[in-house]
């Protein structure tokens, strides 16, 4: 599974093949100035680290890890299902058949058990007060399991980088939201995914150290440390969600809340079993996360059917730890999946299983996704700049909920990464901890509500995206179609705000032009009906999609070939794209005729177009 949009829903376009489980990114990720090789996404699910308390119990203080058993080769997985609170008999079947529990989430009846015994599952599935037993994986359990290694704690490098509004952000009117309010630091947002990266300097402020651990392979691990990136997907999405407002980088949705990490990807593989997942939604619900992201599919299946008996425990094991966690409080956010799929026809999975040899299977609608598909998860579709689908985004009438920029081509999400750095990523992935940061400030602006709540009010201050009229897989209405849900999530409605119309005139130019290496464009707009000379504060708003600004000088240019310089970027400022309003000082120039927005490229190896701009006199 690699971390993409494959079950890490977030990778690149052109990957757009399931990794593993569910990370759904896709990238071309760039750190810094230099773009990083393009990883490729992992599956669904983000592996869960050692040591878990049950889920009944108080969360335990941090102390390493505790060993089930010694680990032998052929050890696998299983969650052997129970009536809540009464896992006695399940337990001492585990034991009888050659097995040992490895964790035991009592609250919800699910036990993760290993066993060497090809015969386990079945000899267990037949003993008195188990209800359900299922192989959560096709490979080997690691001998890492008995003694996980902690990720490696990189080095931390500072940066020049200053923040900028981005087009994802301007998108949703994040950059609008924060003027009214960065959520509340009582609001505590769990990011399940391959860990994040704590030391990070956009991370730090809000980082909570006390409520993260790794849940990889199906215990909780709350070792300093344990829940940091075995992988870079995590640390992007943290950067979304809570990336602090510091002056520093970039910004996140919800500046002013806390995140937390809760490991689920398991080194090496970063795959995301369904122990691992389990693990996450028990420790969500026991310590106090409002909203949970979750970037990822639960590997090693991209889809559990319920006729099969290994994947109907898996679907009802993780069912029980979401519901739990939702019981105590907590908002599920998921992303939708990254191989353009509709969700609400399936036919076909030729993905799976993404830990051994993936075999072409016949399937329907009631094989799930999950936990995207759960009762009560918040599914969510990613759209490229504007109000396009992005070209990999899974999509389904009734199934997806809401909307949120994912990236696509050019464009992707701009955010953190390990050790410091940055850069992008695209896919579901990047879409789902946009929604997780607005329900953080839905939350912010109201701490009476439920995940119901939240989730509803998501859904009612979306705005609406209509079917693209060239794609008939995009069915519905305006208000609630195949590709978008309910719409495109908006921060500033989550935050009680409202967007200020334009004063004066305005004009604008929504035809794009291409801003070519080494050369120089312009845009017109012809003015007319304005009295006299344009005013000492003359609007000019700029929306420049382009992959490293620093090669740009933009300049307005009034009728009478007056040149104002707007802004002569830093050859070393490697952010992508330009959306920000300028004030200009035209009182000297008369205000009808054509006006023209100039962009110089300076320099080789990136190009963009300037999609729109406009004047406000």
């Not at 996140?252 to 795959?271: F, H």
């Not at 705000?497 to 305005?506: I, L, Q, S």
Request: proline fraction near 6%.
């Amino acid at each position: 599974m690699s971390p993409l949009i494959s079950r890490r829903l977030g990778r690149p376009a052109a990957a757009l093949a399931v990794l593993s489980a569910l990370a759904l990114a896709v990238p071309g990720v760039t750190a810094t100035a230099a773009p990083l090789a393009a990883a490729a996404p992992t599956a669904a699910g983000v592996p869960a680290a050692a040591g878990v308390p049950t889920a009944a119990a108080a969360p335990a203080a941090a102390t390493a890890p505790q060993v089930a058993a010694g680990w032998a080769a052929g050890t696998r997985a299983y969650l052997v299902i129970s009536a809540p609170a009464d896992t006695a008999a399940a337990r001492s079947a585990v034991t009888a058949n050659g097995g040992t529990v490895f964790a035991s989430y009592d609250a919800i009846g699910v036990i993760v058990a290993h066993s060497t015994s090809a015969g386990f599952a079945t000899a267990v599935r037949g003993a008195a007060g188990v209800q359900q037993v299922g192989a959560t994986r096709t490979s080997d359990v690691p001998a890492d399991a008995y003694n996980p290694a902690l990720p490696a704690n990189p080095a931390q490098a500072a940066t020049t980088l200053t923040e900028s509004n981005r087009w994802d952000m301007t998108q949703i009117k994040a950059d609008q939201a924060w003027a009214v309010s960065t959520g509340s630091a009582t609001v505590k947002v769990g990011v399940l995914d391959t860990g994040v990266d704590d030391q990070h300097q956009d991370l730090a402020p809000n980082f909570d150290a006390a409520d993260s651990a790794s849940c990889a392979y199906g215990k909780a691990d709350t070792r300093t440390g344990a829940w940091r990136d075995v992988d870079t997907h995590g640390t992007h999405v943290a950067g979304t969600i809570a990336a602090a407002k510091n002056g520093k980088g970039v910004v996140g949705v919800a500046p002013g809340v806390k995140i937390a990490s809760v490991r689920i990807a398991e080194p090496t593989s970063t795959l995301f079993y369904a122990e691992n997942t389990v693990c996450g939604f028990v420790w969500a619900g026991d310590h106090g996360f409002k909203v949970t992201n979750n970037s990822y599919y639960t590997d090693p299946w991209q889809f559990n059917c319920p006729d099969n008996v290994d994947q109907a425990a898996i679907i009802e094991g993780v069912k029980r730890a979401q519901e739990y966690a939702e019981g105590k409080g907590s908002l599920q956010v998921a992303a939708a999946g990254n191989s353009d799929y509709d969700l609400a026809n399936k036919t076909t999975d030729s993905e799976s299983p993404n830990d051994s040899t993936p075999v072409t299977r016949t399937i329907s609608n009631a094989c799930l996704d999950i936990p995207t598909e759960l009762p009560g998860v918040v599914t969510v579709a990613a759209m490229g700049s504007g109000s396009a689908k992005a070209s990999y985004s899974n999509f389904g009438r009734g199934v997806i909920d809401v909307a949120a920029p994912g990236g696509d081509g050019a464009n992707g999400v701009y955010s953190t990464l390990p050790g410091g750095k940055y850069g992008t990523k695209s896919g579901t992935s990047m879409a789902s901890p946009h929604v997780t940061g607005v329900a953080a400030l839905i939350a912010s602006a109201d701490p009476t509500l439920t995940p119901a709540g939240i989730r509803a009010r998501l859904a009612t201050q979306a705005n609406d995206v209509a079917c693209p009229g060239s794609d008939g897989r995009c069915t519905g209405t305006t208000a609630n179609n195949a590709f978008f849900g309910e719409g495109q999530v908006d921060a500033l409605k989550a935050v009680g705000g409202t967007t200020t119309p334009p004063t004066g005139t305005y004009f604008e130019n929504l035809t794009d032009a291409a801003i070519a290496d080494n050369a120089t464009v312009d845009s017109p707009i012809a003015v007319t009906g304005v009295t006299g000379n344009a005013p000492a504060a003359l609007k000019v708003g700029v929306d420049i999609k382009h992959t490293y600004r620093g090669d740009l000088v933009i300049s307005l240019v009034a009728p009478n070939g007056t040149v104002y310089l707007l802004e002569d970027f830093a050859n070393g400022d490697s952010a992508d794209n330009v959306a920000k309003t300028y004030t200009v000082n035209a009182s000297a120039s008369a205000a009808n005729g054509t006006w023209k927005l100039r962009v110089k490229d300076g320099a080789s190896g990136d190009t963009g177009t300037i999609d729109a701009w406009n004047l406000t006199f």
